[in-house]
């Protein structure tokens, strides 16, 4: 909400009648939320670097809105209507560290948006409109360890698109139009640790769908259309401490290896399980830790249905 703002706000204004959003000499930060902003602030000292304009009218920026910015390294436009960029937007910052362009109505960004803003660490396009993702954006940012992609209407991760990102730590694609995810779509992120695809159309995941990624410890797919896991899926994920399956169509279960230390925390709640000896001995080999228990229940056989799974695992099988 703006009033997380406020705190900011006071300290870049000093005392007087000074009129809201008006630069102040030799500030270091600028912040303005006012609602009928439609233009994008001119004369703010070099000496800024960081810029918040937030819940305003902003419908566009000039190609030269940075200019004479030099030092500029975070800059805030969420919850503005930008609908597109300038390509040469980021040019004169090539210092920028964090990029929030959250809940605009940006469908498209041009290719070279990015190219000269090679220390960029966090890039935010949650909340917008993008359809396809582009691999020229991503050619030119090696430093990057923060991307949100999420709440848009991507249908689909080119194969390799990501590749690039080799410094890359958080990946967020949930909530997306995702259907399926390409063999190679997180190739060249071995440094990823955390991947979010929650509130996706996932029905399938290919076999090899998290091998370009063994550093991952949090992997997020609940809220998808999953049926069947493929056998082997999660071998080589052997940091993973935080799986989450709920809320799919899983019958079956794949584990990744026991891992050292804790115990695995594992939400698989909300799936119609058949809770016969493969589901039962895994869950009794990999001791992982569930959550959500009272959510987790047996759909088969008759004798089980409605139980808690985590209970019956526990309780063994005479039969396994």
Known sequence: PPSRILPLLLLVLPLGHAAPCSPQP???RFVCTQPTLSTFPTGLPPTTVAISVEFTALAALLPAALAGLPRLQELHLSSNRLATLPEALL??????RVLDLTDNLLADLPADIFAGTRHLQHLVL???????????????LPHLRWLNLAAN??????PGVFGPLRSLRSLDLS???LASLAPGALAGLRALERLDLEGNRLGTLPPTAFAPAPALRHLFLQDNELRVLPAGIFVPLRHLR?????HNRLRALELPPRPPGPAL?????????VCECPLLALLRQAAPRL?????????????YRGQEVGAVSRAGDTGC
Do not use: K, M, Y
């Open 26 to 28: 030799n500030a270091t």
């Open 91 to 96: 040019r004169p910052v090539p210092t920028l």
């Open 126 to 140: 949650q909340g917008n409109r993008l359809r396809v993702l582009q691999p020229a954006w991503f050619r030119h």
């Open 153 to 158: 209407a991507l249908a689909e991760v080119p």
């Open 175 to 177: 909530h997306n139009r």
């Open 242 to 246: 935080v799986l989450d399956l709920a």
């Open 265 to 273: 925390d594992l939400d698989i709640s909300g799936n119609p399980w």
């Open 291 to 303: 959550t959500a228990t009272r959510d987790t229940l047996c759909a088969s056989p008759a004798r």
